[in-house]
């Protein structure tokens, strides 16, 4: 279970005047294995709220637990994907996957055989040896996702993965992380600015008002699983898009 509760943060200028109020005190709570999406105005703190979660970032008040346990820096069981990949350049794919645990010590055959493994996790077996260069932004990101994976974490945190994709692309890799997250069960939030995403991929949607940030509204997504592309047109996925943007729109 992961718990949020009261979280506020303000950043202060270099001189300790300015003080700009990012989040106001916030408090949801995540099933385990559920897969929730974070949406709302640009600068509402979304993304100062999953770096807190990560333990990136210090609130300035609250506190966010795991399993009871306090989230106070970075830690295995929380994996973070930016949206742009952040991968290497020199490096290959299986070296980029195994970094973390390079930094982490392991040995050369631990860290082949577990990034090994992660790549057919990911769909991308046989592309170990290929460079950064020579794979498409979807592919890319799926090697993003995998090296948050490399740990086998209990969290998955994702912040607007997708944004920098072509619309067909984007497609795709909601279908691909839908069907990783099945197979994996990890509870997952995200962060988008698209509604139609988020209500295509969420169990619920956390809506939140314009900075400070407040939690507007908590909804449920009630559509099936498996997802499917073709229930974008239907009239109840119409009715939860109206929903949210009407929550996002209210002053």
Same mark, same amino acid.
């Given at each position: 279970m992961l718990r949020v509760e009261n979280v506020a943060h303000h950043f202060v200028g270099p001189d300790g005047t300015g003080a700009l109020e990012a989040l106001a005190p916030i408090s949801f709570q995540v099933r385990p294995g559920e897969f929730v999406c974070l949406i709302g105005p640009s600068g509402c703190g979304k993304s100062t709220l999953l770096r807190i979660i990560a333990g990136l970032l210090t609130p300035s008040m609250g506190i966010v637990t795991l399993?009871?346990?306090p989230i106070?820096?970075?830690?295995r069981r929380v994996g973070l994907v930016f949206q742009q990949s952040n991968l290497m350049p020199w490096?290959?794919?299986?070296?980029?996957?195994? $970094?973390p645990l390079e930094l982490a010590g392991a040995d050369a055959q631990t860290r082949t055989l577990q990034a090994n493994a992660v790549l057919q996790r990911i769909g991308l077996g046989g592309f170990g040896g290929a460079y950064p260069s020579e794979l498409s932004g979807g592919m890319a990101q799926r090697v993003a996702i995998g090296r948050a994976l490399i740990y086998n974490p209990d969290v998955l945190l994702l912040d607007e993965p997708f944004g920098a994709l072509d619309a067909l692309t984007r497609e795709q890799m909601q279908l691909d992380l839908m069907q990783l997250w099945a197979s994996e069960r990890k509870t997952a939030i995200m962060v988008t600015h698209s509604?139609?995403?988020a209500v295509f991929i969420a169990d619920r949607v956390l809506v939140m008002s314009r900075r400070p940030g407040r939690l507007r509204a908590d909804l449920t997504i009630? $559509?099936?699983r498996p997802r499917r592309l073709d229930m974008v047109h239907a009239p109840d996925f119409g009715a939860l898009v109206h929903q949210i943007r009407e929550n996002i729109e209210a002053p």
């Open positions: 399993d009871g346990m106070r820096k970075p830690q490096r290959t794919v299986l070296d980029n996957l195994a $970094l509604i139609t995403e009630p $559509l099936p």
